[in-house]
């Protein structure tokens, strides 16, 4: 049975009442890494993820971190290259990988180009043909996903997320647009400021069209300045020697606004560490995923039942 774009809404309601279809499974760090695919109704296609499960949610429910990656990953870039599962059996914290955009949608373009369109969906909801019918990762990541495995395996309520590059705009973006949703939210090398770069302006221009305004909704250093949750940390990592940093990632733009929003009383600390040295890679992400581990399960398990 074909899944790609060419069906509607209804037939993905009826054929996703089977939830999930298990691809493969891997025993790492007493726990294990799983590969699952799914038919979503965000995107109406087949969507993949990973999820790494500690052996503590053999016994128990335990909280989970959402990584989103960046342009041209799949789910399985992180997991083969990250080294994160050791830090989070230790801290009995489950990850949960998604894709970085539908597949196989045979739209126009779609595979033209790796910044836009496959690999490349943004953590956006396009409004723009013909993107609009499938490009719903937003809502895929922050409603559809969360739902499914919370309702599949044993997960706590409690979750986090974080993101490299493209992932890392992703998850500043969905942190701060819900509040208290997510314990905890980080990123390495994030696209801080999309609508004033290269690859966001032309993400949001091809997926959400030419209005600037309709842009801010998916811009960190917008964000940042009407968050009106509870008092947050965000941990950011940025490699000094990044090929991207001047121009593409923009971590100075997002300090910046932290500032004008810290005097206008929005609870928000930031701390933002530029590492000597270290470039854009997995082998910058692997060296420190440890700290990060550290930050997100004192934050998922801070108050949680034991």
């Excluded at 060419?6 to 009826?14: D, E, N, V, Y």
Aim: net charge neutral.
């Amino acid at each position: 049975v074909s899944t790609q774009s060419t069906w509607g809404p209804f037939l993905i309601g009826l054929l996703s009442m089977s939830r999930l279809r298990l691809l493969n499974t891997w025993k790492t760090h007493g726990g294990s890494l799983k590969k699952f695919a799914h038919l979503s109704k965000a995107t109406n296609t087949e969507m993949r993820f990973n999820v790494f499960l500690p052996q503590e949610a053999q016994t128990r429910k335990v909280p989970t971190m959402y990584w989103l990656s960046g342009l041209t990953c799949t789910e399985d870039n992180f997991s083969q290259k990250s080294g994160a599962f050791e830090h989070a059996a230790r801290s009995n914290v489950a990850i949960v990988i998604p894709d970085t955009s539908p597949r196989g949608c045979n739209l126009p373009g779609e595979t033209d180009s790796w910044d836009f369109g496959a690999g490349a969906g943004f953590y956006v909801n396009a409004t723009q043909s013909p993107w609009n019918n499938n490009y719903k990762m937003y809502d895929y990541i922050v409603s559809e996903l969360p739902e499914l495995v919370e309702h599949e395996f044993p997960l706590r309520p409690e979750k986090s997320i974080s993101g490299h590059s493209m992932g890392g705009h992703g998850a500043l973006v969905c942190f701060l647009r819900n509040p208290g949703m997510y314990k905890a939210v980080s990123a390495f090398s994030p696209i801080c400021n999309p609508m004033n770069v290269p690859w966001g302006i032309k993400a949001f221009t091809g997926y959400l069209g030419e209005n600037q305004e309709d842009w801010k909704q998916y811009d960190a250093s917008h964000l940042v300045t009407k968050y009106t949750g509870p008092e947050a940390t965000i941990l950011i990592d940025q490699g000094a020697n990044d090929e991207f940093l001047k121009k593409q990632l923009f971590p100075s733009s997002f300090a910046q606004a932290v500032e004008e929003a810290n005097i206008n009383g929005v609870p928000i600390n930031l701390e933002l560490k530029f590492r000597s040295g270290y470039d854009h890679s997995y082998y910058f992400i692997s060296s420190f995923f440890k700290e990060h581990m550290s930050h997100h399960a004192r934050c998922l398990w801070l108050g949680a039942e034991s």
